[in-house]
């Protein structure tokens, strides 16, 4: 099972020596990156409104599974989805 | 340079069709950026770009790869590299395989086709349409092995490669895991590439919307075929060796694959099948022999120049070991002339003694001095070309005979490439992206302006006041701007057919042609000649026809056999009527700018005539090179040399670049150009030029001037005038060549008026005017055009004594067939009535109307309303599937009375039913007249009586209106009132303001200036009105060239 948040939630992250998450801070929580499970990358809507994002799914210290995304158009980064 | 640590092995240029996002070039540029060395071209089922790629690579220090992606049974994808010349045979054998046995566009191959011809080949597994790819996606693993073991035995170990890819797709890192434990445990190696399709990042828009386009969808539409992400470019070792860090031999395997692919497409030594000689006979010793013959046919005694001519060809011709292309050739024409297909060669190869002798070409080179090392250069490593133009109706039955002669398996005809222009940009951008046809519709329909950007065309035309900066119109405007010139599709080529001895199929890969039958060469042909193939033109010439045909009707109205050949080149009226521009109808000289240019030139001898068709070429009206020579023609301007070694060049057109061989013989003179060099220049200037070709060519050019003490701006200044030329001018033997065909139609137009225009009028469309510009100036020309009738016309227009009847084939929508049922059932007797007609011939009703609206049923004597009213009676009785059971009414059409049409609307339907107006009509002007008169508007009849500069206002018919491409922002409207034609120059500021006015209105008003130059005379607008009251459609009876 895995929640979709409604509205990504807006993250700071810190990021490795290849643009990966090492850590990041959301919501009042900071969480330690220890693995990157998968990434990848989504372009669509080029012709409107352009979605640019890189996917990292992540597992934190505390063993949180989760997909955070870098938003390449408004350079930033977002948690989208917790796996339960 | 040290190799690469990684070569990408499986990119898609644009020539992978509305797939690929970037061309060649642009590809091997950025590969050039990444230090690459090596790099391989894999399109779709074919090698389309594999020449382009190949010559590119090779010019930027690269080694090019050549490959294919070819799409198997099942709809399975397999790349495949081609080891050596034998891979690249088998490469070939593969893709014709798989695009002959399916139909268009539809290419498959079978296992049992892969089987027979995998030599000498890398075979890498695919994309993730690939089958093993395909499987483990699935999850079929069973599948997946027992395809990766089937590859693996059909290419031999060590050439078959499990492919890796990853595009960051959620799936593919999974993939690559299990791809590569299946080569691990089959023993087999892997291999990284990125199934590239665009050279950088920002092309991933272009290649998604190429997609959208060729899968018929809006940008809306998912679609699997469509690509996720961004990440298909060509990626740096860096990139590539991050995303297959756990498998650094993907990456180094590139290298070793690399290393082991090496194909040199030079396949020179696979020209001409040899030629079936008479016993006894060497190639060689057979064409003396005809040339021999030929000399003593051709030339009186003494002989001695041309002896000693053919004698130093033929030295040349054996050097190159092309016996046996000029026997083919010749063979060619021999045939030809048999069946009595008129047939004459052009260009270059006019330049040859040996051509002339074997009647190959018609124009004597030792008369007019032409250059023979301009066709043949013995240093020079390009194949000769031979272009030869047959009349257009026959020239399919030349190219069945070279089928049947050569065979199926070593002959081909050349394809060419479908290039986006600017209103299919439009469409397919716009569609793709979802506009509303009507938009598009109006977009395309009104781009009409060369120098006009394509983005200040959209902004205009759809008045958008700023809304081009939103996102939809400005990804439309710039990937309308992209996509231009880029290959759409594969069409046959005007007339290049190849012949090869090894058989063709294992040379360029062939592909099915949409006409029925036919097949063509996925290389187009400059690749054809750059890989040193022969390749021969059969072209279509209708003005060929036209004479054939005028020909045929002379012998039979007066008895006499004209032989063009033994028509003398210097007939005083000839050169007459030149003079004056009266030239409607002739070939090469009828457009509005050679109209304009012969009453200047007034040529006086065939050698003008010459010099005329060479001029209004683009080269020498880009080198502005036209008006110069016609001040110095006569006499308003000094004739100089920019340097004195160009005198003996120049001498005999005064000074100015009229011709191609004077391009080269400068190039020799100032920078010392080898005559390989020079022809290397020429070649560099065509319609494809390479940039960096032109710029080394231009450095040896000016390092070449220095060392021989040219002055650097002069220099620069002969570099700058040869540049803007060659490729886009005649050679002095073409333009020969040429010169002949338009002196010969001259000469019919002159002497045998009627034969001349009814040969006209049955080959259109042809040259510069709508056919309704024809039948009036036939009018002027004292040759009436009769009008159609049932009873009296024959399928095609025929001369009646010295006037022509219209065919009954002109009549809109009638076809050949039911012109030629109406004749034959005519030997019956003539038809008495309508309903005679009607049930002689039973032909569909709207074909009927057709016939009696425009006038071919007025023998009769009956209105043709009453005939229409007829027709319907004749109809409702005879037709059985009446969709409607009868009322029983009583219609009282006895009394019905049916006025006659008024002569305005019987002109009116003589143009939108036949396309022109019969002689006891008048021109539609005539029926604006009075209203003009009434508003100072006078008739072009007068025009020659005024003084220059004056101010005037013409009124006419639309008929011509073109924008040349050497003067972009100027338009040309050509007017026709019932005295003949007027040309109006339109300013581009004027253009601009009256653009729709333009492109709609049949008739038009111009309040100008007169501009005259001696007997030549133009209006220069001022302002322009749309003339009302003729309802003749703009469409009807204009050419547009613009």
Request: charge should be neutral; hydrophobic fraction near 40%; aromatic fraction near 10%.
């Amino acid at each position: 099972m895995t929640r979709l948040l409604r509205r990504p939630i807006k993250i700071s992250v810190a990021i490795d020596d290849r643009g990966g998450p090492r850590s990041f801070y959301g919501s009042g929580n900071y969480y330690e990156v220890v693995e990157v499970c998968n990434t990848w990358r989504v372009d669509a809507d080029w012709w409107k409104r352009r979605i640019a994002r890189i996917y990292y799914k992540v597992e934190t210290r505390e063993g949180l599974l989760c997909d955070l995304y870098l938003d390449e158009v408004k350079d930033a980064w977002y948690l989208e989805r917790i796996y339960d | 340079m040290a190799l690469a640590t990684y070569v990408e092995l499986h990119a898609h240029t644009f020539y992978s069709l509305l797939d690929g996002a970037s061309p060649p070039e642009a590809m091997l540029d950025r590969a050039v950026e990444l230090g690459m060395d090596c790099f391989a071209i894999t399109d779709h089922d074919g090698l389309y770009g594999a020449v382009n790629f190949w010559l590119a690579a090779r010019e930027r220090g690269i080694k090019p790869i050549i490959g294919a992606e070819l799409t198997l049974d099942g709809d399975f994808h397999l790349m495949l590299l081609a080891k050596n010349l034998r891979g690249y045979n088998s490469l070939c054998r593969l893709i014709s395989c798989a695009q002959l046995s399916h139909g268009k566009g539809e290419a498959s191959l079978s296992l049992k086709g892969l089987e027979e011809y995998a030599h000498d080949l890398i075979a890498l597994s695919g994309c993730r349409r690939g089958e093993v790819a395909s499987y483990l996606i699935e999850g079929r693993h069973e599948g997946a092995y027992e395809a990766a073991t089937r590859y693996a035995s059909i290419f031999g170990e060590g050439n078959f490669y499990i492919e890796l890819q990853n595009h960051l797709l959620p799936d593919e890192a999974v993939l690559c895991a299990e791809m590569v434990d299946l080569a691990n445990s089959l023993g087999l190696p892997y291999v990284a590439t990125n199934n590239v399709h665009y050279a950088s990042r920002d092309g991933y828009e272009l290649q998604d919307l190429l997609v959208c386009i060729k899968e018929r969808s809006t940008v809306e539409e998912p679609s699997e075929v469509r690509r996720p992400n961004s990440e298909y470019f060509l990626k740096s070792y860096e990139e590539m060796a991050a995303l297959f860090q756990s498998y650094p031999k993907a990456i180094s395997n590139t290298v070793e694959i690399a290393k082991r692919c090496e194909v040199d497409l030079g396949l020179r030594e696979y020209g001409l099948p040899s030629f079936p000689l008479p016993e006894g006979e060497t190639a060689s010793s057979y064409l003396e022999k005809l040339c021999r013959e030929g000399v003593e046919r051709k030339y009186g005694p003494p002989r001695q120049k041309a002896w000693k001519q053919l004698d130093h060809e033929l030295s040349v011709i054996r050097r190159m070991n092309l016996e046996t292309y000029f026997l083919t050739v010749w063979d060619i024409m021999q045939w030809a002339k048999e069946k009595g297909i008129p047939a004459q060669g052009r260009g270059s190869a006019a330049n040859s003694l040996v051509a002339y002798v074997l009647d190959i070409t018609k124009v004597d080179p030792l008369r007019y001095n032409f250059l023979f090392e301009r066709f043949l250069n013995p240093q020079g490593s390009s194949t000769p070309d031979i272009d030869i133009d047959f009349s257009t109706k026959h020239r399919e039955e030349v190219i069945k005979y070279v089928y049947e002669r050569y065979g199926e398996d070593h002959t081909g005809m050349v394809c060419t490439y479908y290039t986006f222009k600017r209103r299919q940009a439009i469409r397919d951008v716009g569609k793709a992206l979802g506009f509303p046809e009507g938009v598009l519709d109006r977009l395309a329909k009104s781009v009409d302006h060369w120098a006009e950007s394509l983005s200040d065309h959209i902004v205009t035309e759809m008045n958008l006041k700023g809304m081009e900066k939103s996102l939809p119109w400005e990804k439309f405007m710039s990937l309308c701007n992209q996509i231009l010139h880029y290959p759409r599709h594969l069409g046959i080529h005007v007339g290049g057919m190849v012949i090869t001895s090894q058989p063709l199929v294992e040379l360029v890969p062939l592909e099915k042609a949409r006409m029925p039958g036919r097949v063509v060469t996925q290389y187009d042909k400059d690749w054809i000649e750059e890989i040193g193939l022969i390749k021969i033109d059969l072209l279509s010439l209708r003005t060929l026809s036209l004479v054939h045909d005028a020909l045929e009707m002379i012998e039979e109205n007066h008895g006499i056999r004209i032989d063009p050949e033994k028509i003398s080149l210097d007939d005083p009226v000839v050169f007459e009527t030149l003079q004056k521009g009266d030239s409607i109808g002739m070939f090469q000289v009828e457009s509005r700018a050679q109209r304009n240019t012969l009453p200047r030139l007034l040529p006086e001898k065939f050698e003008d005539l010459i010099v005329e068709v060479a001029l209004i070429r683009p080269g020498p009206l880009q080198g502005n090179m036209v008006h110069p020579y016609l001040r110095r023609r006569q006499g308003r301007e000094k004739v100089i040399y920019l340097h004195p070694s160009l005198e003996s060049i120049l001498e005999d057109t005064m000074g100015i670049i009229i011709f191609q061989e004077q391009v080269m013989q400068v190039a020799m003179a100032i920078a010392g150009f080898s005559a390989a060099e020079a022809d290397s220049l020429r070649r560099a200037m065509s319609s494809k030029r390479s940039r960096w070709e032109m710029e080394k060519l231009r450095q040896r050019f000016m390092v070449g001037a220095r060392l021989r003490g040219v002055e650097e701006k002069t220099a620069a200044e002969i570099f700058r005038q040869i540049a803007g030329f060659a490729e886009f001018g005649f050679c002095r033997s073409h333009a020969a060549a040429f010169a002949q065909i338009v002196y010969l139609t001259a000469w019919l137009k002159i002497y045998y008026p009627a034969e001349f225009y009814c040969a006209l009028l049955n080959n259109q469309p042809m040259g510069f005017y709508h056919v309704s510009v024809v039948g009036n100036d036939a009018k002027r020309h004292g040759v009436k055009i009769l009008p159609v009738d049932v009873n009296l016309s024959e399928e095609r227009c025929a001369t009646k004594g010295k006037d022509v009847r219209i065919g009954l084939s002109y009549v809109h929508g009638l076809g050949e067939r039911t012109a030629r049922l109406i004749v034959e059932e005519r030997k019956n007797g003539p038809y008495e009535s309508l309903h005679d007609f009607y049930q002689r011939t039973r032909i569909k009703r709207r074909r009927l109307e057709n016939l009696i609206m425009a006038g071919a049923m007025d023998g009769w004597q009956i209105p043709r309303r009453e005939l229409l009213w007829k027709l319907g009676l004749i109809y409702d009785e005879g037709d059985e599937r009446a969709p409607q059971e009868k009322l029983e009414l009583t219609f009282p059409s006895q009394k019905v009375e049916f006025s006659p049409l008024s002569p305005l609307q019987e002109t009116i339907l003589d143009y939108s039913i036949l396309g022109l107006t019969t002689s006891d009509r008048q021109h539609p002007m005539c029926f604006l007249r009075g209203r003009l008169d009434k508003r100072g508007v006078i008739s072009t009849a007068v025009l020659q009586d005024l003084s220059d500069d004056v101010p005037v206002k013409v009124a006419g018919l639309v008929v011509v209106k073109q924008s040349p491409a050497t003067v972009r922002d100027l338009l040309f409207v050509t007017l026709e009132d019932e005295f003949g034609l007027v040309d109006v120059i339109v300013w581009p500021h004027i253009w601009k303001s009256n653009r729709r006015l333009i492109r709609r209105s049949a008739f038009l008003m111009v309040e100008g200036t007169l501009q005259k130059q001696g007997k030549v005379i133009s209006i220069l607008a001022k302002r322009l009105e749309e003339v009302r009251g003729a309802t003749v459609k703009q469409s009807k009876v204009s050419r547009n060239f613009h």
